[in-house]
């Protein structure tokens, strides 16, 4: 079992998820590579309680997930998706 059969979202969290986001396509500006694939990287992150530089290769270069969720943390993206979700 890879790292790809454990993913935990689902199409309808990432339906609920994805209007509140920065970066999606539909914006003017640039766009997030995979935006679905690094809210996973940073739920793996959060499952595993691993330091940032453990996050593996299919997530992305973890200093890059790891700066892309500081600047999601500081615009209240993350916040955003917590209420919406909970």
Do not use: C, H, Y
């Amino acid at each position: 079992m890879g790292v790809l059969d454990r993913l935990v979202l689902s199409d309808t969290a990432w339906e609920r998820m994805a209007p509140l986001i920065i970066g999606r396509p539909d914006q003017k500006g640039s766009t997030g590579r995979d935006n679905r694939m690094f809210v996973e990287g940073v739920l793996w992150i959060v499952r595993t309680g691993a330091p940032w530089r453990d996050l593996p290769e299919v997530f992305g270069e973890w200093n890059s997930v790891f700066r892309r969720f500081s600047r999601w943390s500081d615009k209240g993206v993350w916040r955003r998706i917590f209420d919406a979700m909970s």
